[in-house]
């Protein structure tokens, strides 16, 4: 039986930074098939804000079957199964993203710049089955995860990691307020229903001179602008939201938090022909749809085209060239 989307969204969508108006920009008629919508699910955006969302939301229980699926896919290493021929074009291509991808270095270094030294307190809200967690435990942080998905619970917990469940939107009780130094939210956003929630959540766990660290999906960048909702990190369903960098720095800006630093990441990963191949079984799913009958497939990705790609991107300023922004943000008036 087919996943519901929620009945209580709004009959006409609207910005969720300025509640002003906004038009339809993708339509997804796989995903409208997929959980059996009378409409055509689409991503609206808002040209104030720069910013986009998936129209209707899912319903939690649609959630929840995206969420199991994503961990299973991972857990299985399906986004790693294509093993393509290594011809010299291929070799080249790759090493040519890697030499020219300077995005910022290390999160846990961009970080603890802008915190005090000795012991500090950290919180992952979604963190997953705890992989960032764990690299931050090793730097000597004192860690607490919260993830909503049992099944990434129980791996984070496996691994010796204290994870609560809950979410950025609805966080757990036993979690306590004012009590962390560094709040961080690594591509958690594009997820949440109410944004604005989630942010003011994060910020409530602060203590004074704590900084929230906040990235996602760069729909500002040339990757997106490229392959549109086929995008890697386009994801439609389990993501409701599209930030560019000036809309992230808009909601910083409406939820009482000032930018203390930026940072880019993710270009090399655009050249991967894992990449291209998982982007291209997102298409089916977004495009066509369980069951369709239509034609299959996305028009192929010419690998001359990605070399043409690679020369036209590679000197690029990073709010175009990088798949991945981030923020990191303290709430105003802290001291």
């Known amino acids: 039986m087919a996943a519901s989307v929620e ?9 969720l930074i300025c509640n002003g108006s906004v038009r339809p920009r993708y339509g997804l008629p796989g995903l409208s098939r997929r959980f059996s919508l009378e409409t055509v699910a689409t991503v609206s955006w808002c040209d104030v804000c720069d910013v986009g969302f998936l129209f209707p939301r899912p319903s939690p229980e649609a959630n929840a079957l995206l969420y199991d699926e994503y961990f299973d896919r991972k857990n299985r ?42 012991e500090v307190d950290m919180c992952e809200i979604g963190c997953g089955t705890g992989d960032m967690l764990s690299a931050f435990a090793r730097a000597g942080f004192r860690t607490v995860g919260v993830e909503p998905t049992a099944s990434a619970i129980r791996q984070a917990r496996e691994k010796g990691l204290e994870v609560l469940a809950g979410s950025a939107e609805e966080l757990p009780a036993a979690l306590p307020r004012a009590a962390f130094d560094i709040v961080l939210l690594t591509q958690v956003l594009e997820h949440c229903h109410d944004p604005i929630r989630a942010i003011r959540g994060a910020l409530s766990l602060l203590r004074p001179r704590g900084v929230l660290a906040v990235d996602v999906p760069n729909c500002g960048s040339f990757q997106f602008r490229d392959r549109g909702m086929d995008w890697f990190h386009a994801d439609p369903g389990r993501h409701v939201n599209y930030f560019t960098p000036g809309a992230l720095q808009a909601l910083m800006g409406r939820v009482g938090a000032e930018v203390l630093d930026r940072y880019y990441y993710q270009y090399l990963d655009h050249f991967l022909e894992e990449r291209i191949e998982v982007e291209r079984v997102g298409w089916e799913r977004t495009q066509r749809g369980e069951g369709s009958s239509e034609p299959s497939g996305s028009p192929p990705v010419s690998r001359l085209r990605l070399l043409g790609t690679l020369a036209r991107t590679c000197f690029l300023p990073h709010d175009q060239k990088y798949g991945l922004v981030g923020v990191i943000a303290r709430r105003v008036g802290t001291v």
């Open 77 to 118: 290493g399906a986004a790693l199964s294509v093993r393509p021929h290594p011809t010299l074009l291929n070799r080249l291509r790759v090493h040519l993203a890697y030499r020219l991808d300077w995005g910022s270095g290390s999160q846990i270094d961009l970080i603890r710049k802008h915190v005090s030294q000795g």
């Open 7 to 15: 009945s209580s969204v709004a009959a006409e969508p609207s910005c």
